[in-house]
Structure formats: C-alpha cells, structure tokens
C-alpha cells in the first residue's frame, strides 16, 4: 500500500518472485507472505488500472468517500481517515468504535445517517464485484474493516493462484509462561488455500503443520520447501500423510538423501522440482523416473547430475512429460542432450540454463528432435554461437519464447536468423556482449523489426541498443514491450 502520510498514491510494483506482504493480524500470522507463484511475464512495469463505476453515483460522488482506484490504492486511510491499530483505517469510524483486540468493527453504523449509503457499503453484490480490483495485499488489510467484507473477501475464488509463505518463526505463538503454541490456520482454511510455502522448517513443523491445517490431509494439492531441515523421515511422513500433493518443490534442504526420495515419493506427483540440494545426483533422477510416471514438470537445479541420468526417463513419462528445466547442471554435455530428446521426445518448455558444457550440436539435436518446443532457455551458455541460432530457425517453428542471456558468442548474423522466426513473442538478449567486443550492433538489432508478432524485446546491457534503436523500434514494433 502506498503512504498516504506523504501523499504518495503510486501502487507498488510487486517484487519479481510476487511476494506480498499481509498486513500485521493479531493471530500472529501477520508477518506471513503470499505469493503469486511463478509470473506470467518478466519484468512487467506497473500499469495502474482504475477500478470500474459499480458503486451507485450517489455513494460515488461522496466527497468523503472517493472512488477508489489502483491509481490510488485504496488505503482506508484515503477513505477515511482514521487508522486503526492494524495499520488500516476504518471506513467513516472513529478510533473508539473499532475493536481493540483485533481492529476489526462488526458493522459501518458511523459512515453516514444515511441507510441507503450503509446498505450500500456492506452490499454483498457490490463487494462482490469491487474486491476483483485489488491486489492480495490490500485484500488483506479490506478483510479487516468489518465483518460483512470479511465474509465476503474470505471466498476462496479471490484467493485463486495465491500461495501463503509461512516462516517457521510465524508459525508459533509465544504465550506468557514462554511455551509455543502452534497458530490458528482457520483463517486459510476458509479461504480455501490449496497450497503453502513453508521456510525454514523442521520435521517437528511440518507434523505440527499437518495436525493444525483442517485441509492438510486431501486439500492441499501444493507443498513448497525453502531452506528446511527435513530429512529423509520428515519427507515420507509428509507425503504419507498429505494425500493431496500432487506438486512438491524442494529448495536448500540439505538433510534428506536420495533414499529418502526412494521410500517417498508416490505416483501422484505431477509436478517436481529441486533446487539447492547437495545430496541430489543421478540415483535421485532414477528414483524420479521409477516413481513419477504421470510427471509432467520437472525443474532441476543440481551440481552433480551427470549425462548418464537423462536416460533413467520411461516411455510414459516420454508422453506426460512437457516442462523440463535442468538449471546450473554443469555436468550435463551434448550427449546428456542425446538422451534427452530421445527419452522425452514431447517436451513443449526446455531450459538449459547454465548447462555450460553444451554447445552448437547439442542445440541442433534439440531441434531436429523436439520439434514441439514453444519455450527454450539458452541462457548462460557461452558456447553457443551463430549456428546454433541457424538450426533453431530452420526447425523451431511453434517456438515463441527464446531467452540468449549471457549468450556471448552470438552475432548480427544470428539475430538475422532469428529475424525469420514468425512464431517468436518474446526474446531475451541480456548481456550478450563480450567485454571491449560488442558481437550485437545496432544495424543487427534493427533486423528484429521484421518479428511483428513480438511482444517482449529486453535489450538490457546491450552495446547495440542505442536510442535510436529504441526509437525506430517504437515506430515500427508499436505492440511490442521493448525494455532496456
């Protein structure tokens, strides 16, 4: 929310990875985060949009009751005024009317002597149509004027795509003898939350975890663990218990062991990805492949993943399987490739960020054989030049996002093949430069208008993308986001 005190009505831009902030509550779960999971798009600006006229013109044109907007979040500070212990103000009440145990006010008596206007404040079909408007972190402070928008606002249809990132430290409340005790989740229930991030746990939360969420046994579909200490036990509980989880992340949690992937994982589990994890090497893609077979993602981050366990993929899990990234895997070579277009032959997104070790043949065995292919990361591999670029023209017809970052070899005479690519929406060419040598001039950029369908252009750190590039872009790309 912006700062009303010093007249600043600019929305915040929401972080790249989504996370919001919720309001302080007095459950103790003030502190925790949602998040809006992976964006759509990078680097997206903030483009405020007003909220529609759905309130009546007579409670519109109230002076003390100004439309809201996203231009001009809505504060209820804005609205009214009065803050409230939470840190938002109350609609048209004075500080004496409101709860103090929770900031909270059981109804607007106090917004006007009108009861057309108090009808129409706690009007469920307004609400209804009005709360669409806003961010999950105005959403959170709206739920605590009253209990007529609570009730409404706790729908489980505006919290859709939401996921709640909860710390181990705010999953506990100190009571006044210094014991812990685990924190009310009702609140996320009602809301219908089907997935959780949960950093920093241990077995012991995830057990407490299991016990106090009324929808951990069958409702939650998502797990997300961030630099936890789980072990091998703790995995196996959790997936014992959590019958529901059908997409599991594992992110710095460093004490399970591929023999706890062996004994846990279940056929269930759609989608998986692990990053951060030092015990994660071949025998673990082998535990995936025998045990995963309706898999459909899999995003892989680990140092010591060599060729040998590209190969482990079954024949079903060549049908079910369409996202493959395998981040940073430095030991992964062409013939690693060799064994990945072979046992995954239907893959539509492949990432091989950082897989330095790759080169032009490796890209040409991508696309002679994954000819399905609608997003490929290339990013951070030195190794790959203009031919490359040349064998992904000819043969990537459906491709439409291509990401180059950090390509350094690339040349003018590989964006001249890549200006042939009519399916292209977005391309990345961030950094593509070597130091003294710029392989990217302006003269080769400027071919790129012949893309007319491009969406996304990010040029950043480029020596080639002058202003005048920028310029003779915007007359000729005019629906194209060009970023710097």
């Known amino acids: 929310m912006s700062n009303q005190s010093n007249g600043d009505t600019k929305p915040p831009c929401l972080p790249r990875n989504g996370l919001v902030k919720i309001p302080a509550q007095a459950n103790g779960l003030g502190s925790a985060s949602i998040t809006k999971g992976t964006p759509a798009m990078k680097n997206r600006l903030c483009q405020p949009s007003s909220v529609p006229a759905i309130i009546s013109p007579a409670l519109a044109n109230h002076s003390d009751l100004p439309m809201p907007s996203l231009a001009s979040p809505l504060s209820l500070a804005a609205l009214s005024g009065v803050p409230s212990p939470s840190g938002a103000a109350v609609v048209g009440l004075h500080s004496s009317e ?34 669409w408007y806003f961010s999950a972190c105005e959403k959170c402070v709206l739920a605590q004027v009253c209990k007529a928008w609570r009730r409404v606002l706790y729908q489980p249809k505006f919290w859709v795509g939401l996921t709640p990132v909860l710390h181990t430290k705010e999953l506990y409340n100190i009571l006044p003898n210094g014991e812990k005790e685990f924190v009310n989740l009702q609140g996320f229930a009602v809301r219908g939350f089907d997935g959780f991030c949960l950093v920093g746990v241990s077995d012991l939360d995830i057990c407490e975890f299991i016990d106090n969420y009324p929808l951990s046994k069958k409702g939650v ?17 959790m997936l014992e218990q959590m019958q529901g989880v059908m997409r599991l992340e594992l992110s710095g949690c460093n004490d399970f062991t591929e023999a706890g992937l062996w004994s846990s994982l279940n056929a269930r589990i759609t989608s998986l990805s692990v990053s951060d994890c030092i015990n994660v090497a071949d025998d673990a893609i082998a535990a995936i492949s ?18 040998t366990a590209l190969a482990y993929f079954t024949a079903k899990q060549g049908y079910t399987t369409h996202t493959l990234r395998l981040n940073s895997c430095w030991e992964i070579t062409n013939h690693g490739v060799v064994n990945m277009v072979h046992s995954l032959p239907n893959l539509s997104t492949l990432s091989l960020s950082g897989c330095s070790k ?16 609608r997003s490929l990361d290339l990013s951070w591999c030195p190794r790959i030049t203009d031919m490359a670029l040349e064998y992904i023209a000819c043969d990537l017809h459906k491709l ?43 003269t080769g950029l400027s071919g790129l ?6 969406e996304e252009l990010e040029l950043t750190n480029c020596p ?20 710097e």
């Open 98 to 131: 409101i709860s103090p145990t929770n900031g909270e006010v059981s109804s607007l008596e106090g917004l006007s002597n009108s009861p057309a206007e108090r009808q129409l404040a706690v009007d469920e079909k307004i609400l209804n149509r009005l709360f």
């Open 221 to 237: 579909k998502s797990v997300s663990l961030k630099r936890s200490t789980i072990t091998d036990a703790g995995l196996e509980v």
């Open 290 to 307: 025998q045990l995963l077979p309706n898999l459909t993602e899999l995003n892989l981050q680990a140092y010591h993943v060599t060729d």
């Open 358 to 373: 790759v080169t032009d043949d490796g890209v040409e065995l991508v696309a002679e054989n994954l000819r399905k292919l």
């Open 400 to 442: 439409e996002e291509l990401v180059l970052d950090r390509c350094v070899r690339i040349t003018d005479t590989g964006l001249s093949y890549l200006s042939t690519m009519s399916s292209l929406r977005n391309l990345y060419l961030r950094w593509c430069c070597q130091v003294g040598c710029p392989l990217l001039t302006t």
């Open 449 to 454: 208008v012949q893309l007319q369908d491009l």
């Open 464 to 483: 080639g993308a002058t202003p005048e590039l920028f310029k003779y872009f915007s007359q000729h790309l005019p629906r194209c986001m060009v970023i």
